[in-house]
């Protein structure tokens, strides 16, 4: 068998275990990663762990260190609190509360899932009490987290752009984030008007006596998905629609230093090109000396299996490059003859691989298989590359995904059946045509 193809089977390998059984796909990588890695491409240990994306794995600890003391000190409860007081009374603002506050959320680095896990049990509760249509309220959580989640500074930006620039194409940063911020706020804009929307335009303020949660005495709950071995903490937080305990929830010396860590990390990224993760780190060792009893265990709060799943997958994918998996795929969608078609296919495997893996791994294994025919110079790179991003997390709806799942799994008992039916639904026409709709308006114009 050759390297080319013992690779691309053990990739295959790699999606149906990590797929049909609660194991973390990057820890199969890993194992796949020397076994394949040994037996037939002739890598030595040293050799598969040169690949070890040391960068990346020191951007994902230090964010979801920083966030989970933000989440752990009441910085991010404060900050959905600031956001819902602002809409007074207005409930068809709620949805587009939580829809900007996620994508906030990941574009200034925080995993997706994690940002759903924080936000959407506060919006699903939110839907309950005001009578939103929670498959609506619990969409535009998810395109909220997507909008934000290829920002220069986030973990899928990361990713994509770490790809981009080894290859040298020509893409900027920022052009795949818009491109995902406008995607999204698109798709957030008709699950608004089809699920409900018009009906919320027609209610004036209201105001309701019965808080949502009570108080800051509001225990945490955690959402475990086993599906691809990985489990997020979402804070209870102090979130309440009672005017009185808004009004409580006020700023305090430790939030005040954690908001400031946060525009920190905004600035000295953004402004000065500073590497993400080692800011992200130093800000939260530096919150963490400021007031140590009111981070201790926060390090629990790391997303060690999104760590080890990213780490294990794009370690995984430097295999397939030295075997020349990647130049042999790309060449063979290449030599389809259409490059438009070879786009769509590209997309269609993003998109649908997604739907039941990791976002985050799929990115990582398909951005390089588009390499190889983009060097061809027949499509816009810039178009292509946009349109994979999008089609690969557009799909993080599906209820088998984790951002799915978590919102499922944040609805009121008695909803959830029904909701995840839902889901299901809305997850298979999107994966039929988000792929389809991203190559039309990303890929297509480029080409002619």
């Not at 752990?72 to 404060?78: M, S």
């Not at 939030?255 to 939260?284: Q, S």
């Not at 009121?412 to 839902?422: D, G, N, Q, S, V």
Request: contains cysteine; charged residues 10%.
């Amino acid at each position: 068998m050759s390297p080319e193809i013992a690779t691309i089977i053990g990739l295959v390998i790699m999606f149906i275990v990590a797929t049909a059984l609660p194991i973390n796909m990057g820890a199969v990588a890993f194992a796949l990663a020397f076994i394949v890695g040994g037996v037939w491409v002739g890598m030595e240990g040293k050799d598969v762990l040169a690949g070890f994306p040391g960068d990346l794995f020191l951007t994902l600890v230090g964010i979801t260190y920083l966030f989970a003391i933000a989440q752990k000190n009441g910085t991010i409860d404060l900050l959905v609190h600031w956001a819902v007081k602002a809409v007074r009374g207005h409930i068809v603002a709620i949805p587009w509360v939580m829809f900007v506050v996620t994508a906030v959320l990941t574009a200034f680095g925080a995993l997706g899932p994690a940002a759903v896990a924080i936000i959407g049990p506060v919006a699903l509760r939110f839907a309950k009490q005001y009578r939103i249509n929670p498959l609506m309220m619990g969409l535009l959580v998810i395109h909220g987290a997507q909008a934000g989640g290829f920002s220069p500074i986030s973990v899928y930006g990361g990713i994509t752009n770490q790809v981009v620039q080894k290859a040298g194409l020509d893409v900027t940063e920022m052009a795949v984030f818009l491109t995902s911020l406008g995607f999204n706020l698109l798709m957030a804009f008709i699950c608004f008007f089809v699920f409900g929307g018009v009906a919320l335009m027609r209610r004036g303020p209201e105001t309701a006596s019965e808080p949502l949660l009570a108080g800051s005495q509001a225990s945490s709950r955690q959402f475990a998905i086993e599906g691809h071995g990985a489990m997020v903490s979402a804070g209870g937080g102090t979130l309440s629609n009672d005017p009185q305990a808004l009004d409580e929830v006020r700023i305090n010396r430790d939030r005040f230093i954690t908001l400031v860590g946060l525009l920190g990390l905004g600035i000295a990224a953004l402004v000065y090109d500073l590497n993400v993760g080692l800011v992200a780190i130093t800000v939260a060792v530096a919150l963490a000396l400021a007031s140590p009893k009111a981070q201790k265990g926060a390090v629990d709060g790391i997303s060690w299996s999104t760590v080890l799943l990213i780490s294990g997958v794009v370690t995984y994918v430097a295999v397939l490059q030295k075997a020349g998996a990647v130049d042999f795929v790309g060449h063979g969608v290449g030599s389809i003859g259409i490059p438009l078609l070879g786009a769509l296919l590209v997309c269609y495997v993003g998109g649908i691989v997604s739907a039941f893996a990791s976002s985050a791994a799929v990115l990582g294994a398909t951005i390089p298989l588009a390499v190889p025919f983009l060097m061809q110079g027949h499509l816009s790179a810039a178009g292509v590359i946009c349109a994979l991003a999008v089609s690969s997390t557009v799909v993080d709806v599906s209820p088998f995904s984790t951002n799915g799942a978590l919102v499922v799994a944040s609805a009121a008992k008695e909803e959830r059946e029904a909701l995840f039916r839902r889901f299901l639904v809305y997850s298979g026409l999107v994966v039929a045509f988000g792929p389809l709709l991203a190559w039309l308006l990303f890929v297509v114009p480029g080409w002619m």
